[in-house]
């Protein structure tokens, strides 16, 4: 047995050829159109399944910021607060008390129904921004720990949710509230992934 290796014969050279008999035209095609696989510090990636583009630092690193906990709560606090104040400023323009409830005779000024308006948007924002901010916080911990996105976080979650917001009114109004939330994430997170 050589040290050195034997120099390939033509049978193992056409054998090689991938696109023409020619060994000329061959290189021609293999250099415009490419090996079947592409060569980058020691990986081979197969080129036939499809693109492969490979991140770059920066974006592992906006893809981290933007996958952890603490953004995914800030952004459901920020939507949560618009669609709140979307509609709070929707019910208070359907149904705006027009006559104040001690005095039925007196008509309201435009700067009151105006006041009342943005008191009880307000109030929607907040509302929502609250719970979308806890229920993100403590879905994503959920996921966090148990390793595993499926449906039982989000029911897990809106248990947990509904059960703290509850509670301010009472326990029988806490164990309600985390059934209920729970039960109506369940179908949310149901009707997400199958639709």
Not at 6 to 17: G, L, S, Y
């Amino acid at each position: 047995m050589s040290l050195f290796p034997t120099p390939p014969t033509r049978k193992t050279d056409e054998r090689r050829r991938a696109f023409f008999e020619n060994e000329e035209l061959d290189e021609l095609a293999k250099h415009y159109i490419g090996n079947f696989q592409r060569y980058r510090e020691n990986i081979i990636v197969p080129r036939n399944i499809g693109p492969v583009k490979i991140k770059t630092n920066e974006e592992k690193m906006i893809e981290a910021a933007m996958e952890s906990c603490v953004f995914k709560s800030v952004m459901a606090c920020v939507l949560g607060y618009g669609l709140g104040a979307a509609i709070g400023l929707f019910s208070s323009s359907v149904n705006p008390n027009i006559a104040t409830p001690g005095m039925p005779e007196k008509q309201q000024t435009a700067r009151e129904i105006f006041r009342e308006m943005r008191a009880t948007t307000h109030s929607y924002a907040k509302n929502f921004a609250l719970i979308g901010a806890v229920f993100s916080a403590v879905e994503c911990a959920i996921e966090t720990s148990r390793g595993e996105s499926d449906w039982k976080n989000g029911t897990y979650a809106g248990g947990i949710t509904g059960g703290l917001i509850g509670l301010r009114a009472g326990v029988k109004a806490g164990i309600l509230g985390a059934a209920g939330f729970a039960a109506f994430s369940t179908v949310i997170d149901y009707y997400m992934r199958h639709r």
